[in-house]
């Protein structure tokens, strides 16, 4: 049996409709300007649909048709040569010009602004395309350009209303309504596009926030708080190392030593999650994360080496898989520490002190496979004193300090 690969036909329609939005796209714009770039094209297309409109309502239909047909082909170039030239601000500028001349043509075809046209709702799409496709500052001026088009309009009122005959009074009530109801849904169409692309905007820097600081954190800083310090009377740090990356990725392509850090630490995130730990930085191979901050922990302790004991699996379990001989050190300690949050451009969620120095010493005086814990660590967990072995070892900035690995037969347990 044949199975088709093509896409469902909504699906191509979207695809399509998408690609005349489209147009104007290039690679290197972002988010905002691929927004803008649509909201003008988009506004494109309906200027060549929506001038025809204007016979049906105009008093003087010899001259509402050359206008209508004359704005609907000038506007169906300025995408021709949009799509060919990529020249996007001059097509917006040439765009929102037209209307500057269609306008008040209109409204003298159609009897003056009390007459059946009445082009004042749809002057404003002047200022409105403005601001959509070129943003509030470059569009300022148009708000100007558009109350000058009203002057305009108004001064020339009773030379319409005397050279064009007036229309019936069901004519009028009709135009009104048209041109009330068809460019304010314009408008409204619009506006809900942008908004809902920028409620996606938000969504997404708000996930990238959380992603690269506590959610509590990110909620502060989004009310107004500059600067974040607290201090964290009761945490357990923890740092692990990847053993044996180092030589591995010296002699590795850099996108399969990228691929493996990327499984790793996606893997490290979601234990981390699951555990109820904080990601707090990598750096390199290294991977820290705190039990007990910003969000008080009771079990903190605990559920800093049941996460230690999560990551000595899953190294083994990439292992097995892919054949790479890598291992991981794990250090713990427990202790007060010291948050906030630095930087502007590239915000970080840190922690300094004692307890931080000391997880770190741990880690790299552990052993590989094992969990390494400071003594603090060892006294929240005197319930499970059996399940550590002792050490005196020689710490680097530390002295001598007595410290304890997890039993080997309980490293990988539930716990």
Do not use: C
């Amino acid at each position: 049996m044949a199975f088709s690969s093509a896409p469902p036909e909504p699906r191509r329609f979207l695809d399509r409709l998408l690609g005349l939005l489209a147009i104007a796209d290039d690679p290197l714009d972002d988010e905002d300007i691929r927004r803008r770039k649509r909201v003008g094209v988009f506004a494109g297309y309906l200027t060549v649909l929506v001038p025809y409109s204007l016979p049906f309502q105009g008093a003087q239909l010899a001259l509402s048709w050359p206008l209508a047909i004359g704005l609907s082909a000038y506007s169906a170039v300025s995408l021709v040569v949009l799509a060919r030239t990529r020249r996007f601000d001059r097509f917006v500028v040439l765009l929102i010009a037209s209307g500057v001349v269609f306008v008040p043509a209109a409204s003298v075809v159609g009897g003056g602004i009390t007459g059946s046209t009445g082009g004042l709702v749809w002057g404003f799409l002047i200022p409105a395309y403005a601001i959509l496709a070129l943003g509030p500052r470059r569009a300022t001026r148009w708000f100007v350009v558009y109350l000058a088009v009203v002057a305009v309009m108004v001064a020339i009122d009773p030379f319409a209303r005397e050279s064009v005959p007036q229309p019936s009074v069901a004519l009028r009530v009709i135009g009104h309504v048209e041109n009330a109801v068809i460019p304010l849904t314009v408008v409204f169409a619009l506006l809900r596009y942008t908004d809902t692309r920028r409620l996606a905007a938000e969504a997404r820097v708000d996930e990238l926030l959380t992603n690269a600081i506590p959610a509590t954190i990110a909620a502060r800083l989004r009310r107004g708080e500059r600067r974040i310090a607290d201090a964290y009377p009761s945490t357990t740090i923890l740092f692990a190392d990847i053993v044996g990356f180092t030589p591995w990725a010296q002699r590795t392509p850099p996108d399969e030593v990228v691929a493996l850090l990327d499984d790793l630490f996606t893997r490290f995130d979601a234990l981390t999650e699951e555990h109820g730990l904080e990601k707090v930085k990598t750096i390199g191979d290294a991977y820290m994360a705190v039990a007990g901050a910003p969000d008080p922990q009771l079990d903190h302790a605990r559920s800093a080496v049941a996460l230690g004991r999560a990551m000595i699996d899953a190294i083994r379990d990439v292992r097995q898989v892919s054949g790479i001989p890598l291992e991981i050190r794990v250090g713990i300690a427990s202790g007060p520490a010291v948050g906030g949050v630095i930087g502007s451009r590239r915000l970080l969620f840190d922690l300094w002190g004692d307890t931080v120095n000391v997880a770190s010493r741990m880690e790299s005086s552990g052993v590989a496979g094992r969990i390494h814990v400071a003594g603090s660590t060892r006294d929240l967990l005197a319930d499970d004193a059996t399940r550590f072995e002792r050490r005196e070892v020689e710490v680097k900035g530390l002295g001598p300090m007595t410290t304890y690995l997890l039993s080997e037969e309980h490293a990988t347990a539930d716990g």
